[in-house]
């Protein structure tokens, strides 16, 4: 396929490596992106009927890698509105997730006990068709956007909250921020002596690469632990500048892990999944979460039954690196918060068989049955425990 070169042609390399260029020249509707490539009619009906209603916004970097000639292109699949997004599905909802109940502050979630979700900003390089959080990065009806006075605020709340051990920066994605700005606010959190981990939630490395360069790649560095949470979808973005990317902050001693969201028509198949987490692996870049689609407005399209994302694992399991194996999460609707499901491995006895005392027969990966006895004392205290916790 052809590179940026002849799909954006005039455009200095210079500019095209820059990331503010990229994000001031963001494809912003239907007539930003029928210069890239023929929309169809149901991609012009996408655009016209969530005008308004979602933001739409898409690097040109990101633009690159969309396939002209074919609408399911998982990356067009990501950035062009369909025209069901304008619809409610069932179960949609406004706050998929019940976070507007644990936002103690405009800026933050807390919803579990040791740690926080910081909204760092609202906006975003893509706005991704599945998003979870569209409300807040929704233009027109979005909130107030997250200024300096919201941030501070929830740095505040972390400050006087000595359970949260574990902050994740997110957004909007933080990564539009300034070097300067994500210093301070990462240096802020860092200062606090109860936060132990932080995470900072981008998608920066798909669709703006550009934006890890040696300053930022040294400035999360500096604030270790921290742990970039990224968001590949599809081997397609594998490019070799998203490699590039991960690559730099790896060897800068910054772990980075992956957050799939599983998509129907997009990658809701056993063979696609296996294919990204193996060139994720590559670089070194942890498979973390599947998450199922959540119930976020104008994307039930988009989303897929539970079992196919179990039916994914068990193609996986067993069948290749457990490190390429991530946990599939559902985030349960109104609060509940994340739930990991399984294969179901548990099997009945073979029609026959003498119970052998206590035990489980299970199922192996390949169908075979198999016995693993269990000892018949339950007692599993830590005696030690008693001497390594002490009071
Ligand atoms: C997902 C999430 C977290 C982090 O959950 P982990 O399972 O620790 O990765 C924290 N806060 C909110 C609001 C979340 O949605």
């Keep these: 396929m052809a590179g940026w070169q002849d799909r954006f042609p005039g455009v200095a390399e210079a500019d095209w490596r820059d990331w503010r260029w990229q994000l001031r020249h963001a494809l912003r509707g239907a007539d930003d992106l029928a210069r890239l490539f023929r929309l169809t009619d149901r991609e012009r009906r996408g655009l016209a009927s969530t005008a308004g209603l979602f933001r739409v916004g898409v690097t040109p970097y990101y633009a690159s890698l969309i396939d002209p000639d074919h609408p399911s292109c998982p990356v067009r699949m990501q950035a062009v509105p369909a025209p069901e997004e304008a619809e409610a599905a069932p179960g949609d909802r406004r706050d998929p997730l019940g976070e507007d109940r644990h936002r103690p502050v405009r800026a933050l979630v807390h919803k579990y006990p040791d740690r926080a979700l910081l909204l760092a900003t609202d906006t975003c390089p893509v706005y991704c068709r599945h998003c979870t959080r569209r409300r807040i990065t929704g233009g027109a009806v979005a909130g107030r956007p997250f200024d300096r006075a919201a941030v501070e605020e929830a740095i505040g709340y972390v400050r006087a909250h000595p359970e949260l051990r574990d902050v994740l920066v997110s957004g909007g994605d933080p990564l539009v921020l300034s070097d300067e700005r994500l210093g301070w606010l990462l240096g802020e959190l860092r200062a606090i002596p109860h936060v132990q981990i932080l995470r900072l939630a981008t998608r920066a490395p798909v669709v703006l690469p550009m934006r890890v360069d040696e300053a930022l790649a040294r400035l999360l560095r500096a604030v270790k632990p921290l742990y970039v949470v990224t968001h590949f979808n599809h081997p397609k973005e594998c490019t070799p500048d998203a490699r590039a990317a991960c690559e730099l902050l790896v060897d800068h001693g910054v772990p980075v892990e992956n957050q799939t969201v599983l998509l129907r028509r997009v990658n809701s198949s056993a063979r696609t999944i296996a294919d990204l987490n193996h060139r994720l692996l590559s670089w070194r870049v942890r498979p973390y979460y599947l998450h199922q689609g959540d119930l976020a ?16 694992l068990e193609a996986l399991r067993g069948h290749t690196s457990g490190l390429a194996v991530p946990h599939l999460a559902v985030d349960l609707p109104d609060g509940g918060g994340k739930i990991t499901l399984q294969p179901d491995y548990r099997a009945a006895p073979p029609p026959g068989t003498v119970p052998e005392g206590p035990g489980q ?22 005696p030690y425990d008693a001497v390594f916790y002490p009071g």
């Design 361 to 382: 027969w299970f199922r192996g990966f390949r169908g075979t049955r198999h016995f693993v006895p269990e000892p018949p004392d339950d007692d599993v205290s830590c």
């Design 297 to 312: 407005e104008g994307t039930g399209h988009l989303r897929t039954p539970l079992g196919t994302g179990v039916a994914i």
